[in-house]
C-alpha cells in the first residue's frame, strides 16, 4: 500500500498505478474486499493526507475535506456550522465505523443509505475533484445521479457545502432500535436568505430524492420575516406531500403494504423535520 502525505502525492501515485484503488477509512472498501466482492491490485491510502483532514472557508461557503470522519463532523464545532450534516455523521453506524469512515467514503460508496447523502443534497452541495488534469467541481447531484462520474485517476478531494446559519434537521428511521442502515431518511435545511426550504430524502431510491414542488409549496407559506411557524396540519399535508413524491401510488391498484408502510415513514420523518426546523 502507497500512503502519500499530500493529494497531489496520491493523484501521482493513482496515475503511476492505474489499477490501484484508493482506501480512506476503509469501512466498505475492506468489506467488498473480506466478502471477495473486490480484489484491488494496490492500494493507496489517503489517510496521511492532512489537508483533507480539516475544513476552511470560502464565499460563504465551507470547504470540507474529504478526509473528515464521521466521528469529527459529529463534534459541536462542527454542528454549529452544518447541524444537518453532523446529524447524519452521529448516526452513521457503530462508533468504530465513525471513527473510521470518512464522508469522501461515503460519497464514493454511493449507497443509498449512505448518511450524508440526503444532507448534501439538500444543500446543493458540490464536491471537487482532484485528477491528473487538475481539478474540477461538480454537484454532488451529478456525480450522485452518474451523470457527471468520477473519472479514472480522480479523488474526492473536497465537499463546498453552502452555510445558511439557520436551522437544518436529518432524521432517519432504521428497521432495529440502536445504530443500523437507514429504511428511510430526511434532510431538511431552511435558506432563508432565499426564502427556500430544501428537503431530500434518503434511502428510498437509488440516490436521493428532492421532492421540489413540495418545497416550494411550503416555502411559499412560510412567513420569513415573521414567526416562521406553521400550522401543524401544513406539517403534516407537507410530510404526505413528500411521501408522495418520492413513493408515487402504484399505476395498477393499491401499493404492497411494505412499500405503504415506507411512505408512511416518510410522510413522519419529513412532517417532524420541518415542524423542528421551524420550532
Ligand atoms: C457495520 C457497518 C455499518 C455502517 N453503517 C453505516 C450507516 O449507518 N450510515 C452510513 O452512511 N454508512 C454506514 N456504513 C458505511 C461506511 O461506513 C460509510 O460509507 C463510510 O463513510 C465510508 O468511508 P470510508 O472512509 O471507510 O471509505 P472506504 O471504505 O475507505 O472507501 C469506500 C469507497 O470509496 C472510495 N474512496 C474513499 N475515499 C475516496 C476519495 N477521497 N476519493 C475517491 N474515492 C474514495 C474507495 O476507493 C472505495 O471504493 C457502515 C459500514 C459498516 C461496515
Redesign the pocket.
Known amino acids: 500500500m502507497t500512503l502519500p502525505a499530500s493529494l497531489d502525492e496520491a493523484v501521482a501515485a493513482l496515475a503511476a498505478m492505474p489499477a490501484a ?12 474486499v473480506n466478502s471477495g466482492l ?1 480484489r ?1 491490485a494496490a492500494l493507496v491510502g ?1 489517510g496521511r493526507i492532512s489537508e ?1 483532514r480539516g475544513w476552511s472557508y470560502a464565499d460563504g461557503h465551507a470547504v470540507l475535506g ?2 473528515l ?2 466521528a469529527r463532523m459529529g463534534r459541536p464545532d462542527f454542528a454549529a456550522l452544518i447541524p444537518a450534516l453532523a446529524a ?1 455523521a452521529r ?4 462508533p ?3 471513527n ?10 454511493a ?1 443509498p ?5 440526503p444532507v448534501l443534497a439538500a444543500l446543493e452541495a458540490t464536491v471537487v ?1 482532484a485528477g491528473p488534469q487538475g481539478s474540477r467541481e461538480v454537484p454532488v447531484g451529478h456525480l450522485l445521479a452518474g451523470r457527471d462520474p ?1 473519472r479514472p485517476g ?4 473536497y465537499v463546498r457545502a453552502p452555510l445558511l446559519h439557520a436551522p437544518q434537521v436529518f432524521l ?1 428511521a ?1 428497521a432495529r432500535t440502536g ?4 429504511i428511510a431518511s430526511v434532510a431538511l435545511v431552511l435558506d432563508p436568505a432565499r426564502r427556500g426550504v430544501r428537503c431530500a430524502v434518503g434511502a428510498v431510491a437509488p440516490m436521493p430524492l428532492r421532492p421540489l414542488e413540495a418545497e416550494a409549496w411550503v416555502a411559499g407559506l412560510i412567513d420569513w420575516d415573521g414567526t416562521r411557524t406553521l400550522d401543524p396540519q401544513v406539517t403534516g399535508v407537507f410530510g404526505e406531500y413528500v411521501a408522495m413524491a418520492c413513493i408515487p401510488d402504484a399505476v395498477d391498484g393499491e401499493l404492497p403494504p411494505a412499500v405503504a408502510h415506507l411512505r408512511r415513514t416518510v410522510a413522519a420523518l419529513a412532517r417532524r423535520a420541518l415542524g423542528r426546523a421551524l420550532s
Open positions: 484503488v484508493p482506501v480512506a477509512g476503509g469501512t466498505d472498501l475492506m468489506a467488498a473486490l484491488p489517503l483533507i474529504a478526509g470522519t464521521h447524519a448516526a452513521a453506524g457503530p468504530q465505523i465513525r473510521a469512515g470518512t464522508l469522501g467514503g461515503n460519497i464514493a460508496t449507497a443509505t449512505g448518511d450524508a447523502l475533484l468520477l480522480e479523488l474526492l478531494a432517519k432504521t445504530p443500523g442502515r437507514a
